[in-house]
Nanobody, 117 residues
Framework: QVQLVESGGGLVQAGGSLRLSCAAS????????MNWYRQAPGKEREWIAR???????VYADSVKGRFTISRDNAKNILYLQMNSLKPEDTAVYLC???????????WGQGTQVTVSS
């Protein structure tokens, strides 16, 4: 069992920066992959970045070069550093985690990011 709590969302002007956090608790030692997703009103949930325990990172084209995913393995916190934010980045941002004991990922509740123009 894993619990995920996102934080760090808020209101920011276009061109600004924001750092999101996803704190994992519970049986975290066997988490091998974590992802950031986002969902804007009226749109499907969009995958935006992945981080594996070995440090491999992959990004969606929509955020590549602007967002950076990282993880503090000791603290079990996944981060998403968002730079050069655009109004189109406005969404609820969610993290998930894949655990070796479970077939489906665990999800957090999300944190709202609003980018004004």
């Amino acid at each position: 069992q894993v619990q995920l709590v996102e934080s760090g969302g808020g209101l920011v002007q276009a061109g600004g920066s924001l750092r999101l956090s996803c704190a994992a608790s519970g049986d975290t030692i066997y988490i091998h992959t974590m992802n950031w997703y986002r969902q804007a009103p009226g749109k499907e949930r969009e995958w935006i970045a992945r981080f594996t325990r070995g440090g491999t990172t992959v990004y969606a084209d929509s955020v590549k070069g602007r967002f950076t995913i990282s993880r503090d393995n000791a603290k079990n916190i996944l981060y998403l550093q968002m730079n050069s934010l655009k109004p189109e980045d406005t969404a609820v941002y969610l993290c998930n985690a894949y655990h070796s004991r479970y077939g489906s990922p665990f999800w957090g509740q999300g944190t709202q990011v609003t980018v004004s123009s």
